[in-house]
């Protein structure tokens, strides 16, 4: 009898100690895997947020730049691992936007969306799949995922710009606004290419006497340059370059490759009349009824013309001052008049991306931080 009772208590401790070994093998599964987990949510969020910052900073105020923004964010992420799992960030969860910090809300862009408005990267949940370390032993647990998200937003530094990536082929004599009243606009500016040029402004190109092939060029991606800034020489002509009248021509009756902007009327007033003082006539306008209101939005730069506009000599290269934003909405690309309107816009904020100058002539343009993450 006692022989039995012992052999029933030998085998009770067995179970008891085998039950014992699997409970605390599933708490050690357990724990381990639950630290598993969150070191894995720690690298997929450090991922999609180095892939967020770097996708903002390809924001450049174009349609190319858009396209490099989500590139650059799938290539970043692709870059690191979770757990020893590479990160596939599918192209679709990275979304481009608006982001205004006064409401804190995000607005997704579509091809309507200006370019130059477009400010933030939001990369919507994302996961990561991996194996478990004891959990197929312990549950049958044989993998794990995890998600995240993340978005980033090119700030603004409040100050006026000392330079810039991106700009329109022009160059404006400072003393146009030198004398501008605070808080108002110079005039529309008509720049007659042909006959004899008879305003004070020109084609400008940072590398070479402008020929036509490099102003169309950059008309049509604003980028195609070096960085300019401050204390930079700007080449300048007045020739005609009939071709680059007529890229300004498409952009703005909407058959270019880039889709122009509409003119902002809560920005810079009422459409300008066609009446030969604010913009040409509607007989020697290149710009058809139905397009009128489309424009071409840029930095253009401001370069030292002495104090007297009239005496500006374009030829070789004068030295960059400042900088405004253009507005560009009418344009005579053939005939006796070529010419094209712009209207400068030194009230409003505009973001630009370059460096900070607070010594800059003319204007109050925006330039730009580094991207910061936004908690969301």
């Known amino acids: 009898m006692r022989r039995m009772e012992a052999r029933s208590a030998r085998r009770g401790n067995a179970v008891l100690t085998g039950l014992m070994m699997s409970t605390l093998l599933g708490f050690s599964a357990l724990s381990v895997d639950i630290g598993l987990i969150r070191v894995a949510k720690t690298e997929l969020q450090a991922s999609l947020d180095s892939a967020a910052v770097s996708a903002a900073s390809e924001l450049n105020g174009t349609a190319a730049g858009r396209v490099a923004a989500v590139q650059t964010a799938v290539e970043v992420a692709a870059a690191n691992t979770v757990i020893g799992a590479a990160v596939n960030l599918p192209p679709a969860n990275v979304v481009l936007g608006i982001y205004d910090p006064d409401t804190a809300t995000f607005t997704v862009a579509d091809g309507t969306t200006p370019n130059v408005q477009v400010n933030a990267v939001r990369i919507v949940d994302t996961g990561v799949t991996f194996d478990a370390i004891l959990g197929q032993v312990a549950f049958g647990q044989a993998s794990y995922g995890v998600t995240s998200r993340a978005m980033a937003v090119r700030s603004w530094s409040g100050h006026k710009a000392g330079s810039s990536e991106c700009f329109l082929p022009f160059a404006i004599p400072d003393c146009h606004v030198a004398n501008t009243p605070p808080g108002t606009n110079p005039p529309p500016m008509k720049f007659t290419f042909s006959p004899t040029p008879t305003d004070s402004v020109a084609w400008g190109d940072p590398d070479a006497n402008p020929n036509s092939n490099d102003v169309r060029s950059q008309l049509l991606g604003q980028c195609s340059h070096d960085t300019i800034e401050i204390g930079d020489p700007m080449y300048v002509n007045e020739g005609s370059h009939t071709t680059a009248l007529q890229t300004i021509s498409d952009i703005l009756n909407n058959s270019a490759a880039i889709t122009p902007t ?115």
Request: aromatic share 8%; net charge negative.
């Open 262 to 376: 509409a003119w902002d009327t809560s920005l810079y007033g009422p459409k300008p009349l066609r009446d030969s003082i604010h913009a040409n006539l509607i007989t020697k306008s290149d710009v058809s009824i139905g397009n009128w209101g489309n424009t071409l939005q840029g930095v253009v730069a401001l370069v030292d013309g002495g104090s007297d506009c009239s005496a500006v000599s374009f030829t070789g290269s004068l030295t960059i001052t400042g900088f405004a934003w253009g507005v560009v909405y009418d344009v005579k690309k053939t005939g006796s008049d070529k010419n094209v309107w712009m209207q400068l816009d030194l009230i409003n904020d505009h973001e630009i991306w370059g460096e900070p100058d607070d010594s800059a002539s003319g204007t109050t343009t925006i330039a730009t931080d580094p991207p910061a993450m936004v908690v969301y």
